[in-house]
């Protein structure tokens, strides 16, 4: 059986003194434990990287970033670099969070450039997909999640088997709506296909699922053949619980 990869995405949540106590209980929870089944790991806001990772040092945690540019330097103000995020010591880059597509009208080739960017970066980037409820209804599941990886896969090429892929769908992200274990192994299984068909060794490509994990769900979601880890946001800022679902790994 492969590692299984549990993320937490802090979104924009945090202050100084709160991610010290996150971060605290995280240390005491002590993962190194579960560290021969899973790796864990942190994807918290810019400005608190460096701290992060300062803190997390030594322990079995490594850390992410939420975002990452597109383009390598320049004249973008507002926009952070890969190697930015690289150099205060993070891992991993998550792109494409179905939050940054709405709010901020990210489009499927940006995603994909932006995962360009963090790979030529050094990052790992963690490409989130998924559909929205009427898509879903309106039975787009696959089309759009397939349409949404096939913008990765034509841009990184070869590369594609760097990635982590989160398959998020929007109606389950912070609604406590969870997909049910099958719904989301079904979509993971297609994904699964898709990344093969691309690319013969991106089968292998870690496909972690997210929404609304927590630590009475995750057991179940994890144990389904194709999904190898999640990726948790509000679970993530509770210590006990993202250790929980560390765990469950
Ligand atoms: P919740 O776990 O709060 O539903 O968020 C999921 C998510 O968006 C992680 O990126």
Not at 167 to 176: D, H, K, L, N, S
Not at 182 to 204: E, I, M, W, Y
Not at 208 to 217: A, H, R, T
Not at 235 to 244: E, V, W
Request: net charge neutral; proline share 3%; with cysteine.
């Amino acid at each position: 059986m492969s590692k299984k990869l549990v993320v937490g995405n802090w979104k924009m949540h945090g202050s100084r003194a709160a991610n010290a106590e996150l971060l605290k209980g995280l240390l005491e929870a002590d993962l190194s434990a579960s560290a021969p089944r899973s790796n864990v790991a942190v994807c918290v806001p810019f400005p608190y990287l460096g701290e992060v990772v300062a803190t997390l040092q030594g322990s079995a945690i490594t850390v992410g970033s939420q975002d990452v540019s597109a383009q390598a330097q320049g004249a973008y103000t507002g926009e952070v670099s890969g190697a930015m995020v690289r150099e205060f010591g993070a891992r991993y880059a998550i792109v494409g969070h179905s939050e940054r597509r709405s709010y901020h009208s990210e489009s499927d080739q940006l995603v994909a450039d932006k995962a360009k960017a963090a790979l030529a970066q050094g990052l790992v980037p963690i490409v989130c997909v998924g559909e929205t409820l009427a898509e879903r209804e309106a039975d787009q599941t696959e089309a759009v999640v397939g349409r949404q990886l096939k913008a990765v896969a034509d841009t990184l090429g070869a590369d594609l088997s760097k990635v982590v892929v989160a398959y998020e769908p929007v109606w389950a992200i912070g609604t406590g709506k969870t997909a049910s274990p099958a719904q989301a192994q079904a979509v993971h299984a297609f994904l699964r296909a898709q990344l093969k068909a691309a690319q013969a060794q991106a089968v292998n490509v870690p496909l972690l699922y997210g929404g609304s994990v927590k630590p009475d769900n995750a057991a179940e979601l994890f144990s389904q053949t194709d999904i190898d880890g999640g990726l948790i946001g509000g679970a993530s800022l509770k210590a006990s619980d993202f250790a929980a679902i560390a765990r469950a790994a």
